[in-house]
């Protein structure tokens, strides 16, 4: 289990650049997923983009070619740029972790995900 804490979020007008980052505190993994998920207002939680141990990326289709997640393997800190923001990207973000057997499959499925942060807000004005 491990402890994550997000930060980064803020109010921007769309086409802004927002980065999110998220410092996974506690024992170290070799093997693991980590990812992006959103929520919005009146909605479900959706997955935005995943990193597995071994440098494979996956995104939603909402993100791809504007954002970009990547992993700090010294500071052990997932990091989302966002790029060209629109307002259906408001939403609350959360930066989570599967460290269980699942981790290979590594998809945009909350369900594989045991560890979460409490979230940053983003907010994308028009």
């Known amino acids: 289990q491990v402890q994550l804490v997000e930060s980064g979020g803020g109010s921007v007008q769309a086409g802004g650049s927002l980065r999110l980052s998220c410092a996974a505190n506690?024992?170290?993994?070799?093997?693991?997923?980590m990812g992006w998920f959103r929520q919005a207002p009146g909605k479900e939680r959706e997955g935005v983009a995943t990193?597995?141990?071994?440098?494979?990326?996956n995104y939603a289709d909402s993100a791809k070619g504007r954002f970009a997640i990547s992993k700090d393997n010294v500071k052990n800190i997932l990091s989302l740029q966002m790029n060209n923001l629109k307002p259906e990207d408001t939403a609350m973000y959360y930066c989570a972790a599967d460290l269980r057997p699942s981790w290979l499959r590594c998809q945009l499925d909350a369900a594989d995900f045991g560890d979460w942060g409490q979230g940053t807000m983003v907010s994308v004005s028009s």
């Open positions: 506690g024992p170290t993994y070799t093997r693991y997923c």
């Open positions: 990193f597995r141990s071994d440098g494979r990326i």
